[in-house]
T-cell receptor
């Protein structure tokens, strides 16, 4: 099973709303990631969790708040977003160590109105 | 920071033709990955390369890890319409807890039936 599951698939939210994106994997991977992707651009790294601890924050605005409740779950809490935050948000996971290839979920298409 | 140059940016080919795309880096990588992304979906891992000079196949796809560790190419033989999508290369230099992938800008492949 090489599946990373993201919910919801689509999300429309107002600039004053609070919402959360969810990600789940059961591959035993101990590194999990959030990426942001604009149309026809490569994914941009936002956060990395390693062994449930935040190891990389790519200077992401505080209106994005990640959470890793356990080794299988990753959340991204959203608050007071701007229209320019509209994008495809991708979750990924990988083993640590010598096999770093990341497996991506289908993504959440977020629209901020 | 590390940068990847991926070329070509786009390709428009006839069904049955072979395709070649490549990535070059300003610095060395320990791992090269090739992903395919279709509209509205997350990137799907096609091939992972771990050793300089390594040549790996996955069906009609063949990829190589350059001996300088600064480049990689992906070939697709006998293209079919379902090969349509954006192909991304990604490199990783594994050091300590560094799980960051550097992505190329992508090659948009269109296959004319």
């Amino acid at each position: 099973d090489t599946e990373v599951t993201q919910t919801p698939k689509h999300l429309v939210m107002g600039m004053t709303n609070k919402k959360s994106l969810k990600c789940e994997q059961h591959m035993g991977h101990r590194a999990m990631y959030w990426y942001k992707q604009k149309a026809k651009k490569p994914p941009e790294l936002m956060f990395v969790y390693s062994y449930e601890k935040l190891s990389i924050n790519e200077s992401v605005p505080s209106r994005f708040s990640p959470e890793c409740p356990n080794s299988s779950l990753l959340n991204l809490h959203l608050h007071a977003l701007q229209p320019e935050d509209s994008a495809l948000y991708l979750c990924a996971s990988s083993q640590t160590g010598l096999r770093p290839e990341a497996f991506f979920g289908q993504g959440t298409r977020l629209t901020v109105v | 920071g590390q940068q990847l140059n991926q070329s070509p940016q786009s390709m428009f080919i006839q069904e049955g033709e072979d395709v070649s795309m490549n990535c070059t880096s300003s610095s060395i990588f320990n791992t090269w990955l090739w992903y395919k992304q279709e509209p509205g979906e997350g990137p799907v891992l096609l091939i992972a390369l771990y050793k300089a000079g390594e040549l790996t196949s996955n069906g009609r796809l063949t990829a190589q890890f350059g001996i300088t560790r600064k480049d990689s190419f992906l070939n697709i033989s006998a293209s079919i319409p379902s090969d349509v999508g954006i192909y991304f290369c990604a490199g990783q230099y594994s050091g300590g807890s560094n799980y960051k992938l550097t992505f190329g800008k992508g090659t948009l492949l269109t296959v004319n039936p």
